[in-house]
């Protein structure tokens, strides 16, 4: 038994974290399951319950646990991956797609699926080591997943809370709506918290939300800057044809491909 289960996770590291071209395969197949769940947990909140939103529910619940399981199983140390917030984040998924087939289907579960976002920086990971025009684009790529999975686990915590409390927020789309007017300080007036509760997370939102909403939309509308250290003063972040360094004025060496298209 132990000298299966030891061939069973040689295979699975090899599939994981193997360099062969069968892995590669593999992790861009995982990499496309997991951008299709991504996508299915956010339109899903738009969409009436019908049976056979359920069906597929069951299906992703059954493949994200053989997923987690083989992941824990290849991990170096299985109990440390099991601690991760990632892995709790899968957990809570998986559970959320099995509850309605013992309960009732509760609002709130298909807003809570939204935790598959934090699948997303998996995402980052991956593409970091495999493609050159990731690298090139790092940061505003990184900006962009920030902000998205801002947006929407705010809306998330917004919908679950007031669904039954504001008679303004009466679907995953109104949710949304209140999110971003709030966080681009838009304030229409057409949704307004009027619990105490409702007050106090918009105050949240704002005090804690629009700035970091605001770095992130301008960290991906800026400029791309090169980084390379300055030698004699340390600036990383340079215009990708400089030569001068606009901190002290050393001259910069950036490496380059000849391309800055």
């Not at 972040?237 to 001068?244: E, I, L």
């Amino acid at each position: 038994m132990t000298d299966v289960m030891s061939r069973v996770r040689a295979n699975l590291r090899q599939l994981y974290f193997g360099s062969s071209t069968t892995s590669q395969v593999w992790r861009y197949g995982l990499l496309v399951f997991d951008v299709l769940t991504i996508a299915y947990f956010v339109i899903a909140p738009f969409l009436e319950p019908e049976p056979v939103h359920f069906k597929v529910d069951y299906t992703l619940a059954v493949l994200l646990t053989l997923d987690y399981v083989a992941r824990m199983i290849a991990s170096a140390h299985p109990g440390r991956y099991v601690l991760t917030f990632t892995s709790a984040a899968d957990i809570v998924v998986i559970v959320s797609l099995i509850i309605p087939a013992f309960f009732e289907n509760l609002a709130f579960l298909r807003v809570v699926r939204m935790m598959r976002l934090m699948r997303s920086y998996h995402l980052l990971r991956e593409l970091r080591e495999t493609s050159r025009w990731f690298r090139q684009n790092e940061e505003i790529l990184h900006s962009t997943v920030n902000l998205f999975v801002f947006i929407f686990v705010v809306t998330a915590i917004v919908y679950v809370v007031e669904v039954d409390r504001n008679a303004g927020i009466n679907n995953y789309l109104d949710a949304l709506y209140f999110t971003v007017t709030t966080l681009t300080t838009t304030g229409f007036g057409d949704i307004t918290m009027t619990d105490s509760i409702g007050r106090l997370m918009t105050v949240c939102i704002m005090i804690f939300g629009v700035a970091l909403f605001l770095r992130l939309v301008q960290t991906i509308f800026r400029p791309t800057k090169a980084l390379f250290p300055c030698p004699e003063c340390g600036l990383k972040r340079h215009d990708p044809d400089a030569v001068y360094c606009k901190h002290c004025g050393n001259v910069v060496n950036i490496p380059t491909d000849g391309d800055w298209s």
